[in-house]
């Protein structure tokens, strides 16, 4: 009779942890990259339908071959694990500040100075969403390693303070004023998962309220951009035309939609139809039920790479997974209020779906970075490190 293997050996121990290798957290990163990949593919689908008639395929040919790159960023993340990925984050930052000082210096689009032309005509770079995801990686690496001083001295904050706010004004100097509350929002909240005192943090939530303020008596034009969201049909032939059209297409579309690719407004009604308000499209061609379940989707994003967060093996890799879900929830939040008209008009993306290939891959990034704090092989490499460092004492 064949014999059971013996567990009274390391051997044995390791062959029942392989056993157990494919723990809750990895049951979870594996779900949480099947959603992602079915957005990505509905994303496709919709940009497809949005452009086809206007510029052929060539927007699809060019979507397509950013998300092959993204593809490629997630299968390298979860390869070498982000904790052999996080130590380089500082140069990474220092990276993307120089290209956002080459972004001020490049040909303004649309009055914004967010984008580097890149040579042949592929495309553009938009160094402000290389911003969002290596401030998070500096945060994920800088406080674990200086927690202690973090929580009992204000002037360990100093030098972290420092990198995000010179990060926030060479993003807002691009007038990418979106992009900048969205790592101010996202900067806040991993400080306060971090265990930073509240006294040290709240003081930006008390600025907030005097912005508007301040722009109203400052900056009246974009005060009125800012508040035309507050009634769209006055400001339908000005400054508020993409905000009316895109509700006019939410409103055509009610709970089923016109049909796939029967969008009325996408043609000459409703611009950047395939970036900032393509989930406007959705609603007008495959109705409100198909955004329910985009949003569905969203939240099962958000769950997922909480619970995977929350099961890291170390501080870093909880800080990373809460930055990159923050991230991304947000975005999804501001993009689907902007074109509901619940939130004032500003470009923000929808993750995983709107046409840009800087923001594709940055959020696909971020997916891989969660996939890879999901992997029982780098929670093993985390363990073994640790215990090579209590040898070392």
């Not at 030098?159 to 900048?180: E, K, N, Q, S």
């Amino acid at each position: 009779m064949r014999k059971l293997p013996s567990l009274s050996g390391s051997s044995g121990i390791e062959s029942l942890s392989r056993n157990k290798a494919f723990t809750p957290a990895k049951k979870s990163g594996v779900a949480l990259i099947f959603i992602v990949m079915s957005i990505v593919v509905f994303g496709v689908i919709m940009l497809y339908s949005t452009t086809s008639t206007l510029s052929g395929t060539s927007m699809l040919i060019k979507q397509v071959m950013w998300i092959i790159v993204g593809i490629m960023a997630v299968t390298f993340i979860n390869s070498v694990g982000y904790n052999a990925i996080l130590p380089y984050a500082k140069y990474i930052l220092a990276v993307t500040w120089i290209l956002l000082l080459l972004a001020l210096v490049c040909k303004p689009i649309n009055g914004a100075y967010r984008w580097i032309p890149l040579p042949g005509g592929i495309g553009n770079i938009q160094p402000s969403e290389l911003a969002k995801i290596a401030t998070i990686m500096f945060l994920a690496h800088f406080i674990p390693k200086n927690q202690r001083n973090i929580k009992s001295s204000f002037k360990a904050l100093l030098f972290p303070g420092f990198m995000c706010i010179v990060t926030l004004m060479l993003v807002l100097a691009g007038h990418d004023l979106g992009t900048t509350i969205l790592i101010a929002a996202v900067v806040w909240i991993m400080l306060m998962v971090s265990g930073v005192r509240l006294r040290y943090i709240l003081p930006p939530i008390i600025i907030i309220p005097m912005i508007p303020v301040f722009l109203k008596y400052a900056d009246k034009m974009r005060w009125a951009r800012i508040t035309s969201f507050l009634s769209p049909e006055v400001y339908q032939k000005t400054i508020g035309y993409q905000l009316w059209f895109s509700i006019l297409a939410l409103g055509s579309g009610s709970w089923t939609g016109l049909g796939f690719a029967k969008s009325r407004m996408k043609a000459q009604y409703l611009p950047e139809s395939h970036t900032d308000f393509i989930l406007a499209i959705v609603g007008e061609e495959l109705g409100f039920i198909a955004l329910l379940l985009i949003i569905c989707a969203y939240v099962a994003f958000l769950c997922l790479s909480v619970f995977i967060s929350l099961k890291a093996k170390d501080k870093e890799g909880m800080l990373l997974g809460f930055g990159c879900s923050v991230m991304i929830a947000l975005q999804a939040i501001i993009n689907i209020g902007v074109i509901s008209g619940a939130f004032p008009t500003k470009g923000m993306p929808a993750p995983f779906i709107s046409y840009g290939g800087s923001n594709i891959i940055v959020c696909l990034i971020c997916a891989g970075f969660i996939l890879s704090i999901s992997n029982p092989k780098n929670s093993d490499q985390i363990k073994a490190n640790k215990g090579v460092h209590l040898d070392k004492n």
